[in-house]
């Protein structure tokens, strides 16, 4: 087991370059399913739930190759289950549910139980796969979809659900007749999968609005695409540079889609400036203090609340934070308490009060988002901080630690206790 060791109290500078999306990655990976042949994906992140989301397709049946550039051959499935074993450790396996049903007209898949960030259930997925026509069954903890062929239905969400979105809108792509999703969740990373899907030859229109149309097609072919840059990376990495008072150029991302992180960067004091597809942050002295509500997109993202909360407990004076879309986001609160910081949880808001100085401790991380809020905390801390848990860390982030030392960071990984 490793842990992160940062000496802290170091300016970040120079230049970093974004890695591919991990949440487009992961249903592009899954979206191989729905066609005969074999798909080309550039630009995909080496990361663990990448690395879990390939080893559920071989499992499949599918043949999976290379890294940064993948190939992945769906020609031959045989078999239709993602197991527990998967699905617990990475919940977006349930992506491969509605290609499987599409294209096979079966699949089961583990049903999720509860994880760290929320209960997270997939009962809209389910509700939009029974709406196409899909008889679905619960045995022994398992969800056992089947149908001769999808059939289009208007489907209205409950909430915005971005897997479920990708998810029906990968099985809708094959059904016989149109399909139209209401409520639907706008993120980049849907409209991604529209592209994709299009590209094969899917026919789908309205992607990154509320309302989607899907007009069923025969047949998907593969393709050769690169997967858009990580807007949850590029932020993290923004927050990295403001919170160390840094000046950084974060590179190959797309500014479009991180309009809300830059403006609470900027309402916070931070200078942000886009250039082309780029952009530098440079952290003022003074931070000013800030409320944040997460919402879906192109609502502030809850993927970034963690990293913010670092930003906003530098500021003077108190600063809300709201989080909307799960229930149970703010477990570095207390490691940030441990830190130094003056933060109260009431319900789905938390208080935080600065200006705090970090000061270095051992502190765990507890989910992805969590981890990276606590190596943010370490790079602006007094002395020395170990985060423990990073495997949380590698889920989701590309050389992390290594791009932070390209900007003059002190960090290092290490063999360490659990
Ligand atoms: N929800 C339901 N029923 C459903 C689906 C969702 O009640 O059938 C609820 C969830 O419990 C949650 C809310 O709706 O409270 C939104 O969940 P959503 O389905 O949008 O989340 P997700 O698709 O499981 C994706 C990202 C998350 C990101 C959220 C919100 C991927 C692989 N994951 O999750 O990313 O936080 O959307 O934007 O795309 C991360 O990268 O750290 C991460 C957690």
């Known amino acids: 087991m490793y842990k992160i060791v940062i000496r802290g109290g170091h300016k970040l500078r120079g230049e970093v370059r974004v890695s591919g999306a991990k949440n487009a990655a992961l249903p592009i990976l899954a979206s191989s399913l729905l066609a005969a042949g074999r798909s080309t994906y550039r630009n995909v992140p080496d990361l663990g739930d990448v690395v879990t989301m390939k080893k559920l397709l071989r499992q499949l049946g599918a043949k999976v190759e290379g890294d940064g550039s993948t190939t992945v051959d769906s020609t031959h499935i045989t078999n ?11 919940r ?3 992506l491969v549910l509605g290609p499987l049903v599409g294209r096979y007209g079966q699949a089961r898949v583990s049903l999720p139980g509860g994880c760290a960030i929320g209960a ?7 509700k939009g796969l029974a709406a196409m026509g899909a008889r679905i069954e619960l045995e022994h903890g398992l969800v056992n979809a089947r149908a001769k062929r999808l059939h289009g239905a208007t489907i209205v969400f409950d909430m915005v659900t971005v897997t479920g979105t990708e998810n029906l809108m990968m099985a809708a792509a094959l059904a016989k007749g149109c399909t139209t999703l209401e409520n639907a969740a706008c993120e980049p990373e849907v409209e991604e999968m529209a592209r994709v899907l299009n590209k094969m030859g899917a ?4 992607a990154g609005t509320t309302l989607i149309t899907i007009e069923g097609v025969d047949e998907l072919h593969p393709l050769d695409h690169a997967v858009i840059p990580d807007r949850v990376e590029a932020g993290t990495l923004m927050v990295a540079a403001a919170v160390t008072r840094g000046n950084v150029l974060v ?12 403006a609470k960067l900027q309402a916070a004091g931070v200078e942000v400036t886009v250039e ?29 609340q963690a990293q913010f909360m670092v930003l906003m ?21 207390p490691e940030l308490r441990r830190m ?3 933060i109260v949880v009431e319900g789905h808001t938390a208080i935080v009060r600065g200006p705090t100085k970090f000061k270095g401790a051992k502190v765990m991380a507890t989910d992805l988002r969590a981890s990276a809020c606590l190596v943010l905390a370490g790079l602006a801390a007094e002395g020395t901080t170990e985060v423990l848990r990073v495997y949380h860390l590698d889920r989701g982030y590309e050389h992390l630690e290594r791009k932070l030392r390209g900007l003059g960071a002190d960090v290092r990984r290490v063999k360490g206790e659990l």
């Open 251 to 262: 590179k190959d991302c797309l500014p479009e889609h991180l309009d809300a992180v830059i």
């Open 340 to 342: 130094g910081a003056d």
């Open 80 to 90: 239709f289950e993602a197991p527990y074993e998967l699905v617990k450790t990475m």
């Open 313 to 333: 407990a530098q500021a003077r004076g108190q600063s809300v934070l709201s989080e909307n879309i799960f229930e149970n986001r703010f477990m570095h609160v």
């Open 92 to 94: 977006a396996s349930a």
């Open 120 to 126: 997270r259930p997939i009962d809209q997925h389910l």
């Open 276 to 304: 082309g597809d780029a952009v530098r942050v440079l952290g003022r002295r003074e931070i000013r203090p800030a409320d944040i509500a997460t919402r879906p997109y192109p609502g502030f993202p809850t993927d970034m």
């Open 203 to 206: 026919r789908i229109r309205g």
